[in-house]
């Protein structure tokens, strides 16, 4: 009998909004796992992407067999392939033709959307360590800035096979990412959604991977839904001395309701349900300050992507030799990919996202039925058991207001002013996953101009 009234009083999935499986692949999550993958990545000494790729132990070849074997063998449920391109010398950072190599393991949901969690597991690394300087940061195109070889510690892009261990840049996010593919594939669970994990090259050369991979994928109409990209995770001493072990940034390009800032948001409210000690920062903008990374290439192409980063970076590491595995802390490094692990899981158990539009791109928002009531429709999902409606006041960044409005798709807020608040709407699977929040976005306005005689 107590079973009974214990088996009744337990909550269904359904109604919690922590699902137990997810908590037992987060354990899974091995702190120990990632600084031995970070160590073996550094061992490699350079991944750069011009550096060999037939010497079986050192350079970016034997690297990337070796994580293509890892993925292997974490599960028979991952598809591991490389993802191989032949590039022809160009700009100022590809100095010859080379083969460019992705890994990618692929975990198969039930539909064909994706979502991607990756790192780039190249590397780079000045010849000479300069003093750490504005000058010297890296700039916007990629990770590093291309000003020539020269003895003030410029990059030489010739230089494809000096010392470039890459702990932290980005054998961190790398780490993560194979972390993420192995606790996820062993877990057993069924996902909607279909997990696309990759450990890009080429990112020092101005994100060159992404690029190649996220052109692929737009022009064979690829369904994306969200990027999850790792770059520099690892370390929580800022080279300033600040020290912070429980706060991620994550990065995520405007305007306010753009499908990466839904992601971003998505992001923070599953963190702090499934690891509260942890912080998600959220940074209204695509990147650091005039800097990019691999998702950009995605959100170049319509697709929604975020980067976390670690909350101090420490420049006097990043692309040189000193970039080693000591300053990566792998307790730190684990707290983030249980971050990753939480809201990738939960968004690929959940539904895709409504349609708040019609067909034709219109907002279903309207005044009805009073002329000063909020009305939203939305399209239905596909196996959607429910949706949750959300909204804030339109000067706010995130949403203040929700409600669980059970398995509808019309809902009506009386004497609530559509001009003055925000509003969205989620989906929700049986097992009470929520899809992203599709916002309904007032369409923007073009100038006409008028005629004058
Ligand atoms: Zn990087």
């Known amino acids: 009998m107590a079973t009974l009234v214990v088996a009744t009083l337990a909550l269904p999935v359904s109604a919690q909004d922590v699902d137990p499986r997810v908590e037992t692949v987060l354990a899974q999550v091995s702190a120990e796992r990632l600084k031995a993958t970070v160590d073996a990545l550094a061992a490699f000494e350079t991944r750069h992407t011009l550096s060999s790729q037939t010497d079986p132990r050192r350079g970016i070849g034997a690297a990337a067999q070796w994580i293509h074997d890892q993925w292997r063998t974490a599960s028979p449920r991952l598809q591991v392939a490389f993802d191989d391109y032949e590039i022809p010398a160009q700009g100022d950072r590809i100095v010859r033709d080379v083969r460019l190599r992705n890994v990618v393991a692929v975990l198969p ?8 969690v990756s790192g780039h597991y190249d590397t780079v690394a000045r010849p000479v360590p300069p003093p750490a300087t504005a000058a010297s940061l890296p700039s916007a195109s990629g990770g590093a800035a291309p000003r020539p070889a020269s003895a003030s510690g410029g ?3 010739s230089a494809g096979d000096i010392p470039a261990p890459g702990a932290n840049d980005d054998g961190s996010g790398t780490a993560l990412t194979m972390e993420a593919a192995r606790v996820l594939a062993q877990s057993g669970l069924e996902f909607d959604a279909t997990l696309v994990f990759i450990a890009f090259a080429g990112e020092e050369q101005g994100l060159v991977g992404a690029h190649l991979h996220a052109q692929r994928a737009r022009a064979e109409k690829v369904v994306i839904d969200a990027v999850f990209n790792n770059d520099i995770v690892g370390n929580s001493r800022g080279g300033n001395g600040i020290v912070d ?15 990466s800032r839904q992601l971003a948001r998505y992001i923070q409210r599953t963190a702090a349900r499934y690891v509260p000690s942890h912080r998600v920062r959220l940074i209204a903008r695509h990147d650091r300050f005039g800097r990019g ?3 950009t290439a995605f ?3 319509g697709y929604a992507g975020v980067r976390f980063s670690e909350a101090n970076e420490h420049f006097g590491r990043q692309h040189l030799v000193a970039d080693t595995p000591d300053g990566v802390d792998a307790v730190y490094l684990s707290r983030n990919t249980k971050v990753n692990v939480a809201s990738v899981a939960s968004l690929a158990l959940a539904p895709a996202a409504p349609a708040v539009t019609t067909e034709r791109g219109v907002p279903l928002l309207d005044r009805s039925p009073s002329g000063y009531d909020a009305r939203l429709r939305w399209r239905a999902a596909d196996g959607a058991v429910g949706y949750r409606i959300f909204w804030r006041e339109a000067w706010t960044p995130d949403w203040q207001f929700d409600r669980h409005v059970g398995n509808v798709t019309e809902i009506v807020l009386p004497d609530v002013s559509v001009d003055d608040y925000v509003f969205g709407v989620a989906a929700i699977g049986p097992g009470g996953h929520e899809s992203l929040v599709s916002a309904y976005v007032n369409p923007p306005r073009t100038a006409v101009d008028i005629k004058v005689k």
């Open 109 to 116: 949901g039930r539909t064909a959307r994706r979502i991607v």
């Open 155 to 157: 990059f030489d892009w």
């Open 245 to 259: 072990a429980e706060t991620v940034r994550v990065f995520s390009e405007g305007p306010e309701d753009s499908l």
């Open 293 to 295: 990374g691999d998702h």
């Open 299 to 301: 959100n170049q192409r």
